[in-house]
């Protein structure tokens, strides 16, 4: 069974990417994420009722998928590119 395991963590860790520094990723996201949460707000709760709570909910939907499925991708592929 060990050598199951011995095996698999060597394909496993050969099919990894290099992982990116934490700190560079934090950075990131925070300098995408501060104009998001100025402008996005900004943008769309005029088109809102006045609940607040409804209006945070909406913006953010509309932040996290911005970080999640374009900021995060590109940048993570360009930290790992040689």
């Known amino acids: 069974m060990s050598k ?6 060597k394909i496993n ?15 990131i996201n925070y300098l995408a994420l501060v104009p998001l ?4 707000p900004q943008w769309v709760n005029p088109f809102l009722p ?3 709570f409804l209006k945070v ?9 911005i970080i999640a499925y374009v900021v995060m991708p590109i940048s993570l592929k360009k930290l790992s590119s040689p």
Do not use: S
């Open 13 to 27: 860790t050969k099919d990894q990417q290099p992982l990116a520094n934490k700190h560079i990723i934090a950075l």
């Open 57 to 65: 909910c909406v913006d953010v939907v509309i932040i996290v998928p």
């Open 37 to 40: 949460v100025y402008f996005i």
């Open 50 to 52: 006045d609940n607040k």
């Open 4 to 9: 199951y395991l011995e095996t698999a963590a």
